[in-house]
């Protein structure tokens, strides 16, 4: 049976090119039937209430990862929560935390994509360039599974409190999206390549606290990806030192 109520959603306004007017909270009554994600009343709030409202959003599918933002306060997804679910008929929006905030809802993910683009995030092939695709067992495809369900939504990113406490921090994603090329079996990087995170604000700034595991909608875990760079990282010292001690 479909049920409908009405909801107070209570959405943060902000606009950075107006900085002289304060954020604040504006209150939308909208009409919630069940099946309703967040995602469909901020179409509805925008196409029929309020045209100036602004947030990001794309495929409606927790794929393209664009409408990350704080659901009565855990970050989230807009697009696959239900409204329904809440205990309460007030909901609040808040942007993604860590970030500048362009607008409402909008905010500036240029660190991020520095931070992603630090890793060289695509396959590094020393090998001639195959004339067919490069074959990758069933086995070594699981082993990347994970990290490859990875949709850049940046929740993680917000999640994390080290990337208030320590600009530049590398942040989980990227360390993710690293792990995820070392581990392919196809990727042909040096062992060295691994040295541009292995710096303060690289995978060391880490304090383990998982809360981007929580925060991940795609079941990804950073922390895993974080402590296995570490471990190879180690190694790769050890390795270097018995070798030079050899000569
Ligand atoms: Fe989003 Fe998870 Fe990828 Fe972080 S690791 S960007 S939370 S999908
Ligand atoms: Fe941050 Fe995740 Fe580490 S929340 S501190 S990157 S375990």
Same mark, same amino acid.
Request: hydrophobic share 40%; with cysteine.
């Given at each position: 049976?479909?049920?409908?109520?009405?909801?107070?959603? =209570?959405?943060?306004?902000?606009?950075?090119?107006?900085?002289?007017?304060?954020?604040?909270? %504006?209150?939308?009554?909208? =009409?919630?039937? #069940? /099946?309703?994600?967040?995602? #469909?009343?901020?179409?509805?709030?925008?196409?029929?209430?309020?045209?100036?409202?602004?947030?990001?959003?794309?495929?409606? #599918?927790?794929?393209? /990862?664009?409408?990350?933002?704080?659901?009565?306060?855990?970050?989230?997804?807009?697009?696959? $929560?239900?409204?329904?679910?809440?205990?309460?008929? $007030?909901?609040?929006?808040?942007?993604?935390?860590?970030?500048?905030?362009?607008?409402?809802?909008?905010?500036?993910?240029?660190?991020?994509?520095?931070?992603?683009? %630090?890793? %060289?995030?695509?396959?590094?092939?020393?090998?001639?360039?195959?004339?067919?695709?490069?074959?990758?067992?069933?086995?070594?495809?699981? =082993?990347?599974?994970?990290?490859?369900?990875?949709?850049?939504?940046?929740?993680?990113?917000? &999640?994390?409190?080290?990337?208030?406490?320590?600009?530049?921090?590398?942040?989980?994603? &990227?360390?993710?999206?690293?792990?995820?090329?070392?581990?392919?079996?196809?990727?042909?990087?040096?062992?060295?390549?691994?040295?541009?995170?292995? $710096?303060?604000?690289?995978?060391?700034?880490?304090?383990?606290?998982?809360?981007?595991?929580?925060?991940?909608?795609?079941?990804?875990?950073?922390?895993?990806?974080?402590?296995?760079?570490?471990?190879?990282?180690? =190694?790769?010292?050890?390795?270097?030192?018995?070798?030079?001690?050899?000569?």
């Amino acid at each position: 049976m479909i049920r409908s109520n009405y909801y107070t959603f =209570k959405i943060l306004r902000y606009d950075a090119k107006d900085p002289l007017r304060e954020p604040y909270f %504006q209150s939308y009554h909208v =009409k919630v039937v #069940s /099946g309703l994600t967040v995602l #469909s009343v901020l179409n509805r709030i925008r196409d029929e209430i309020d045209g100036t409202l602004a947030f990001r959003a794309s495929c409606r #599918s927790a794929i393209c /990862g664009s409408c990350a933002m704080v659901i009565n306060g855990k970050i989230d997804l807009a697009c696959r $929560t239900q409204v329904a679910t809440f205990e309460s008929d $007030t909901v609040i929006l808040e942007p993604l935390p860590n970030f500048e905030v362009m607008r409402d809802l909008v905010v500036d993910m240029t660190p991020f994509w520095e931070m992603y683009e %630090q890793v %060289q995030p695509y396959l590094i092939r020393e090998s001639a360039v195959p004339e067919k695709e490069i074959y990758q067992s069933e086995k070594d495809r699981k =082993k990347i599974d994970q990290f490859v369900n990875c949709i850049l939504c940046a929740c993680c990113y917000g &999640a994390c409190p080290v990337i208030a406490d320590e600009p530049g921090y590398l942040g989980p994603a &990227a360390a993710a999206k690293l792990e995820r090329f070392i581990l392919d079996s196809r990727d042909e990087r040096p062992a060295d390549s691994l040295e541009s995170v292995n $710096t303060p604000k690289g995978v060391w700034a880490c304090r383990t606290v998982f809360r981007c595991i929580d925060a991940c909608p795609k079941d990804v875990r950073p922390t895993d990806a974080i402590v296995n760079l570490r471990k190879n990282l180690v =190694k790769n010292r050890f390795n270097m030192i018995l070798g030079s001690k050899k000569k």
